[in-house]
């Protein structure tokens, strides 16, 4: 038996947003960042999975840290995780989001 992906929720990996919205990577859990962190799974025949969802928060929503969800930035958290981050995995998870945003989120994503 081996693994074959290492999943990490987002709220784990990020601290939050920069000014022009994008993803600020959390440096006091990754200190070498996440492109170093999905190499050295790619290097051991794994990928990087991520967790996020299309809301403004994830999972453990505003109360549970803040970390942000997609919601408005789809297109560049998908490129920084795919070309930046090389991930190989991508959860989006719909809590923290209303059944209208649940409606064309899979969608955006998948753009």
Excluded: Q
């Excluded at 200190?31 to 996020?52: E, I, K, Q, W």
Aim: some cysteine; charged content about 20%.
């Amino acid at each position: 038996m081996f693994w074959l992906c290492v999943v990490c929720f987002i709220s784990l990996v990020v601290a939050g947003r920069e000014a022009n919205g994008s993803l600020l990577p959390n440096p006091a859990k990754f200190p070498s960042g996440m492109d170093v962190l999905s190499a050295h799974a790619r290097s051991r025949g794994m990928s990087l999975g991520l967790y996020t969802t299309p809301g403004n928060y994830t999972c453990s929503g505003e109360s549970g840290g803040g970390e942000p969800g997609s919601f408005g930035h789809v297109d560049e958290d998908v490129r920084l995780w795919v070309e930046g981050w090389r991930i190989g995995f991508l959860k989006d998870c719909v809590c923290n989001t209303t059944p209208a945003l649940r409606s064309h989120a899979y969608a955006d994503m998948r753009k």
